[in-house]
């Protein structure tokens, strides 16, 4: 059974950094582009970052560009997302994915069940 586990994540206060991993299971993702999104009340999925499968190159959301940074580890199959100078409105359920580094959804085949990240002022 294919999965990708999240860890991480939580209650921060503005200013304050997190580190979420995303850990593949069932079968190789070496291969596999990699991504982030968030998703808040009562507002649609959005990308924040994308690796690819030599984490030579990645793709930020223009919010998150110098804040956040994504990177991998193959070894392990896990994805992290290490978000530094946080802010309220970075509050979301983030979700890991795998499969592509496009922006959109529709393009990535498994996903992580979900961490809260919850940034007060």
């Known amino acids: 059974q294919v999965q990708l586990v999240q860890s991480g994540g939580g209650l921060v206060q503005d200013g304050g950094s997190l580190r979420l991993s995303c850990v593949g299971s069932?079968?190789?993702?070496?291969?596999?582009?990699m991504g982030w999104f968030r998703q808040a009340p009562g507002k649609e999925r959005e990308f924040v970052a994308a690796?690819?499968?030599?984490?030579?190159?990645?793709w930020y959301a223009d919010s998150v560009k110098g804040r956040f940074t994504i990177s991998r580890d193959n070894a392990k199959s896990t994805v992290y997302l290490q978000m530094n100078n946080l802010k309220p409105e970075d509050t979301a359920v983030y979700y890991c994915?795998?499969?592509?580094?496009?922006?959109?959804?529709?393009?990535?085949?498994?996903w992580g069940q979900g961490t809260q990240v919850t940034v007060s002022s």
């Open positions: 069932g079968r190789t993702f070496t291969y596999d582009g």
């Open positions: 994915a795998s499969g592509s580094t496009q922006e959109t959804v529709d393009y990535y085949d498994h």
């Open positions: 690796i690819s499968w030599t984490g030579d190159s990645t």
